[in-house]
Nanobody, 120 residues
């Protein structure tokens, strides 16, 4: 099944930084809104950030700390995460949708996720 592939997760101390990458197949990357969601243990999956062309959106909880970007040349989406907090811990999923959305049910393609753990 065609899907995005995430990389770059890991363990970091509070205040540290990580960069996540998402490689998406060409036909998915070119025609969809690319987003990042995350899911903490025992909680619902939640929107983090999205990008389509120059249009960008962030969840309030990550504004000013996270930056989403995309490289159109190689079909990669990045999430630069700075000043990480323990509450940022979770599995981070790359996602593609035909519309700009914060709702997991609107997503057409999901990656398998990458674990991010922030220690206090």
């Amino acid at each position: 099944q065609v899907q995005p592939v995430e990389s770059g997760g890991g363990l970091v101390q509070a205040g540290g930084s990580l960069q996540l990458s998402c490689a998406a197949p060409g036909r998915i990357f070119a025609t969809n809104v690319m987003s990042w969601f995350r899911q903490a243990p025992g909680k619902e999956r939640q929107f983090v950030a999205r990008i389509r062309g120059t249009s960008i959106g962030y969840a309030e909880s990550v504004k000013g700390r996270f930056t989403i970007s995309r490289d159109n040349a190689d079909g990669t989406v990045y999430l630069q995460m700075n000043n990480l907090k323990p509450e940022d811990t979770g599995v981070y999923f790359c996602a593609a949708s035909s519309i700009a959305t914060t709702r997991p049910r609107d997503i057409n393609y999901w990656g398998r996720g990458t674990q991010v753990t922030v220690s206090s």
